[in-house]
């Protein structure tokens, strides 16, 4: 008789094997992409965004999370039925390029059109099952555009046909599916995440945390920053506050809880810490590649502005989270420093080496960053694969398991993980395009100069209230996409420098990600801590107040973003300076008494305001002296003061 255990294992062996089919074929046409160029990318995007939605699809079938609520034999129908449309897209697209952008371009045949929106309606179907709100958004745009003449006032415009809607949402490749940001997210980020699967294949991250817990067991203090410190490194290649604090989450969150920090509050600092993947570079968020794209600059452009702005942030919680510990007697013999083996130091030295080479290949020898993340991909792939070969020899634990096991885990991270970022940028590019069509940015931007006037101040306080009224249900790159297509155009008028504005609508959408109520990063962190949600969300606001800090600094020290060289230093100095005064005087005491302890903290944010916001550079350098000289005192008293909070051992 026949086992029905192996019958219904049957069908998952079969959509394993199809996805890691289709998972290889998309890793070697893209690889191959990287290497000649061949083709052009918006081919690259014709052909390969309806592969990115088989991926979807057979990923989600293998997971049950398809359609769930329906029988496995409908999920298995309308997956067939998914699968064949895009390869129908895929290949019709692809025999039909040079037809569709040439010949037939604004004339497009009743085929190219159905091609063109049976792609939209599947890339609109994963914002549903993805991205609830994009969905809402992107279906209230395109009524919108079509029923623009019932809409009264300044948003009225005479409505465009659904014919052109769906060319503008397809075929027209300018403003499309195909778009030039799906462009972006196969090629340019597509070469850097070969890099970070690599890393995460062969264990790379799991060696940083590692080192992490090395330092956990210095002093009092070094556990909670080796949260920061393993977010921080982790976030050089992650480009993701979710992605970073699941990784460094999952280890540092239960050791901080098991040595006596309350639940809350470990899960905060792991927030803060892990929103730093995306400002820290060389791999920083979507929305820095999407600055660059913007700008028309190379994205070393943007990385080479952006580790000040990193580095302040990070600073800034490093200091929050230390305030934070004096409250705490950690109990540190229940942490225990993890066996650092050889294999460990290699893949630490091989994440220096990826981080040292980017940098490199990019500053020094001026290669197109996507020509750097393909080199260091390959010198790095033969380091890990040779090191994985070596372990494998000297425990004697050869099988073709263990042989082929990083293999199989770096083709689906990079087939994941470039898929769903295509799919998610092709959403945005739907969003995009309904936004310019209809004029809407221009119309907001008009309405945004009305409000504020001339005043660069108002104008910042409007846009930021404005980011973080998007930020509260879009994630970050349409966040940055819509923030920067409203706000850029009004303050580049009135003289703003274009770097300055863009890092602006940058930061806004990493603040986005912990605007509430909704913060997938700070879900993932209190989920691990078993910690109210709301109560951390609103603590790691508290702790990643540096954010904030930036956000007005690079108004005030434009120098910070504008030319990497001595001036952005200073005026990193500056901010950095300014955060950390700003810092103690919210989480530290000075004194005993309320009624000293009060006016002493208000004495010293004025000061570090002054700091930040003076325009005269020699005056906001001589109000760090005594910014120094109050962390100096609380330093000094806090010698013999005794240990708030403490857990009893």
């Known amino acids: 008789m026949t086992n029905p255990a192996a019958l219904s294992s049957r069908p998952r062996a079969v959509i394993d094997g199809l996805y890691y089919l289709t998972a290889v074929f998309f890793f070697v046409y893209l690889f191959v992409y990287y290497w000649t160029s061949a083709g052009g990318p918006v081919l690259l995007a014709i052909t390969l965004v309806p592969v990115t939605f088989i991926l979807f699809t057979l990923d989600e079938l293998r997971k049950d999370e398809f359609y769930p609520r329906l029988p496995a034999v409908a999920n298995y129908v309308i997956a067939a039925a998914y699968i064949a449309i895009s ?34 309606v599947l890339i609109m179907e994963y914002a549903r099952k993805r991205y609830m709100a994009l969905f809402i958004l992107n279906v209230v745009l395109i009524l919108y555009a079509v029923y623009g003449s019932v809409v009264p006032g300044m948003f009225f415009h005479p409505g465009l046909s659904w014919e052109r809607i769906i060319s503008a949402m397809s075929v027209e490749m300018s ?3 195909f778009s030039n940001l799906p462009q972006l997210a196969l090629t340019l980020i597509g070469s850097f995440i070969l890099v970070l699967s690599a890393l995460r294949a062969f264990g790379c991250v799991d060696s940083i945390l590692k080192g992490a817990t090395q330092i956990a067991v210095r002093s009092p203090h070094a556990l909670p920053q080796a949260a920061v410190l393993g977010s921080m490194g982790v976030a050089a290649v992650s480009g993701s506050g979710a992605a970073n604090a699941i990784t460094t989450g999952s280890a540092t969150i239960p050791a901080m809880i098991g040595a006596g920090m309350p639940r809350v509050t470990a899960a905060a600092i792991e927030t803060a810490s892990s929103l730093g993947g995306q400002l820290m570079p060389p791999i920083m968020g979507i929305s820095a590649f999407l600055m660059a794209e913007f700008l028309g600059r190379s994205y070393f452009d943007v990385v080479a502005r952006g580790y000040a702005p990193a580095l302040i942030y990070f600073v800034g919680i490093a200091v929050s989270v230390y305030l934070l510990s004096t409250h705490y007697r950690h109990r540190l013999e229940s942490v225990s420093a993890e066996i650092m083996r050889w294999t460990d130091w290699t893949n630490i030295g091989v994440f220096a080496a990826v981080v040292g080479g980017l940098i490199a290949l990019m500053a020094v020898f001026h290669l197109a960053p996507m020509f750097a993340a393909l080199y260091v991909f390959l010198a790095v792939a033969g380091a890990l694969v040779t090191a994985h070969l070596v372990s494998l020899a000297r425990t004697r634990a050869w099988s073709l398991r263990a042989l082929a096991a990083p293999l199989g885990r770096f083709v689906d991270t990079f087939a994941n993980m470039t898929a769903d970022l295509t799919l998610l940028l092709a959403t945005l590019s739907i969003m995009t395009g309904a936004l310019v069509i209809t004029g809407v940015p221009t119309k907001i931007g008009a309405i945004l100069i009305e409000a504020a006037g001339v005043n660069l101040a108002a104008m910042a306080v409007v846009a930021f209230f404005f980011g973080a009224l998007l930020g509260t249900g879009l994630p970050p ?4 996409i819509i923030t920067a297509l409203v706000i850029a155009p009004p303050m580049i ?13 940058f930061f806004l959408a990493v603040w986005g990600e912990l605007t509430p109520p909704t913060s997938v990063t700070a879900a993932v962190t209190a989920k691990i801590a078993d910690a109210p949600f709301m109560q951390t969300l609103f603590h790691a606001i508290l702790i990643c107040f540096s954010l ?4 007005a600094g690079v108004f005030t020290r434009p120098e910070l973003v504008l030319e990497p060289g ?4 200073a005026a990193m100095l500056l901010i950095m300076t300014s955060t950390i005064g700003l810092s103690f005087s919210i ?19 004025a000061i570090a305001l002054v700091v930040l916001f003076h325009p005269d550079q020699q005056v906001a350098a001589f109000a760090c002296i005594p910014v120094g000289l109050f962390v100096g005192y609380w330093i000094l008293r806090r010698r013999d003061a005794p240990v708030v909070g403490a857990r009893p051992a």
């Open 87 to 120: 390869i129908a897209v895929a290949v019709y697209m692809h025999v039909e390029y040079f037809e569709i952008g040439t010949v037939r371009a604004g004339i497009w045949s009743t085929t190219d059109l159905t091609m063109g929106v049976l792609m939209a």
């Open 175 to 177: 403003t499309g599916v």
């Open 477 to 480: 790159a349409p966040t940055y």
């Open 493 to 505: 008028r009135v003289g703003v420098d274009p770097w300055v504005v863009h890092f602006f609508a």
């Open 548 to 551: 904030f800090v930036l956000m």
């Open 566 to 569: 001595m001036a952005q230093i």
């Open 587 to 605: 989480q530290a005491r000075f004194a005993d008494r309320r009624e000293i302890d009060v006016p002493l903290r208000l004495v010293l944010a």
